[in-house]
């Protein structure tokens, strides 16, 4: 039985509809995941909707909807979002299904009885948008001398009866932890922050309310519903199949990797693992926070009226030109800026003057000069081998080991120069003239560049999923050619050239992108 291995994106809170930042954490799951699957691993790749607490609560009533309306409602749009964008999840979790209430009460179950959750008193400072509580030392002074948070949201004191996790008990078990499992969060950057913060003391953490009942309620506490961030990160496990299925469990936990913007790392890296340790389940391989996305390189706000909606670059500018954009340009872990103008120019100078090109050129010549039947058989010169040495350590070698690492962009780069180093050995042979001056030397030209499209497109099936598997398609390969083993297969060429395929003429895979001008819109 294939490997597992067990994806997830943070699951997103619908009080507003999708922004380009919860696309951005989708696409980049999801070419991981499909990139996993070309390795042959058993992939489970989950993301869905966070739909407790406060601020939705308070967002629904402001429209005049119960807190569960509204969650039916916008909970619809990440998933229209999930579709659109080509999102490969295999399962598009709700937190307010009930197998999501029966994992949260099961592990609330084991945390009592660990003895980690008391009944108290709290006093303190929260903030209703991030869901969140602060310590004074945290704060920061906004206008008027309002307190914010470090996210610079108001913070307001709040008083009521709670259940209290004991967090500071496991202070020093997650410093040793983190020693043990140096790669546990990534990138460094967002670890050196999270051993900062508990190195700095825990205090207990407040895991219930009182206030509202739009929640998972707490076993055996009448009026106590649970913290969100406690039901909403225990979405992973139920997605795992806790507590039902054992079978499922063994299988799927712990999770490989948790995707998740580097604004709520604290709570994927402190709070989760602590939960955890104290339910004596297995904590997850790694945490990696990614950085943010800024508009024309300014962080996008509702007030400011830059915040971007996915759904309408998709439709303007196309979903792969979308998800190959922000993986390349975006180095992974740290925070990218787009615009309207950077998404056209690196999708025309990349997939469809590069890469889209020379497909189109090389498939039309094998159309038109040989009826599209695929060359086969010639002496191949020190150019070809050359060029097949390049492209197969580019998509054999560099792309995997950089997507394995995480380095989308890095494998992306080291794609497109092997796409251009195909360019160069087309305009080098020359195989227009040589069709009138040696037809045979064209044959084989042609015939090393069909190879090397094949080997370039199944290394970018991940990032442009529709494109690649559209070309793929022209060219005959089959779909369960299509993984890791492809490279490795070197009979597959006479297959197909020896078969009753025909390379018909090509239809562009990546048609030019026009600016979308004030006009347009």
Same mark, same amino acid.
């Given at each position: ?174 410093? &040793? ?29 407040? /895991? ?16 106590? /519903?649970?913290?969100?961030? /406690? ?31 580097? &604004?709520? /790392? ?42 971007? &909606? ?189 078969? &009753? ?21």
């Amino acid at each position: 039985m294939a490997d597992p291995f067990y994806i997830t994106t943070a699951i997103h809170y619908p009080n507003g509809k999708p922004h380009i930042g919860h696309a951005y954490e989708m696409i980049a799951a999801d070419a991981i995941a499909r990139f996993q699957r070309q390795q042959g691993r058993d992939v489970f790749f989950q993301t869905g909707t966070d739909e407790h607490g406060l601020k939705m609560v308070q967002t629904a009533r402001a429209r005049d909807l119960t807190a569960r309306e509204l969650a039916d409602e916008m909970s619809g749009y990440f998933r229209v979002m999930a579709e659109k964008l080509d999102i490969s999840c295999d399962r598009f979790i709700r937190t307010s299904e009930a197998d999501h209430y029966r994992a949260s009460q099961a592990i609330w179950e084991k945390m009592a009885a660990k003895g980690d959750l008391y009944l108290d008193r709290y006093e303190g400072w929260y903030s209703v948008r991030d869901e969140a509580f602060y310590e004074e030392k945290e704060l920061q002074e906004g206008e008027g001398g309002q307190k914010l948070s470090p996210q610079g949201t108001p913070v307001e004191w709040t008083k009521e009866e709670t259940w209290f996790f004991r967090l500071s008990k496991y202070q020093q078990p997650l410093l &040793d932890f983190y020693a043990a499992n140096p790669d546990f969060i990534r990138p460094e950057s967002r670890r050196n922050e999270v051993l900062r913060f508990v190195e700095g003391g825990l205090v207990d953490l407040s /895991v219930s309310r009182t206030s509202f009942d739009w929640g998972v309620p707490v076993p055996g506490s009448p009026g106590h /519903v649970m913290y969100v961030w /406690v039901d909403a990160l225990t979405n992973y496990l139920t997605g795992a199949g806790f507590p039902d299925d054992a079978e499922r469990l063994a299988r799927y936990w712990p999770a490989d990797l948790h995707l998740i913007g580097k &604004d709520i /790392v604290r709570f994927h890296t402190v709070y989760w693992p602590a939960f955890l340790m104290s339910a004596d389940i297995a904590l997850p391989k790694q945490v990696f926070g990614h950085g943010f996305l800024l508009n024309r390189g300014e962080k996008m706000s509702k007030s400011v009226g830059n915040v971007v &909606d996915p759904m309408e670059l998709a439709e303007t500018y196309g979903v792969d030109a979308l998800r190959y954009f922000l993986l390349r340009d975006v180095s992974f872990g740290q925070d990218g800026t787009f615009s309207d103008e950077a998404i056209v120019t690196r999708a025309n100078a990349d997939l469809s003057n590069s890469f889209g090109n020379l497909a189109q050129r090389v498939l039309s010549m094998i159309a038109k000069n040989l009826d599209g039947a695929l060359p086969f058989g010639g002496k191949e010169t020190e150019a070809d081998l050359d060029l097949a040495a390049k492209v197969s350590y580019a998509t054999s070698v560099e792309v995997p080991r950089a997507f394995f690492d995480l380095a989308l962009n890095q494998g992306i780069e080291d794609w497109i120069r092997a796409v251009f180093a195909c360019n160069q050995y087309v305009d080098a042979q020359e195989p227009w003239k040589l069709r009138k001056t040696d037809p045979e030397r064209m044959k084989v030209v042609l015939a090393r560049l069909f190879i090397c499209i094949r080997d370039l497109a199944i290394a970018i099936l991940p990032v442009v999923p529709a494109s690649a598997t559209r070309l793929l398609d022209a060219m005959g390969i089959l779909a369960d050619e299509r993984d890791q083993h492809a490279y490795a297969d070197s009979g597959w060429y006479e297959r197909l050239a020896t078969s &009753d395929f025909r390379v018909a003429a090509p239809i562009p895979i990546f048609p030019r992108l026009e600016l979308k001008t004030s006009e347009d819109a």
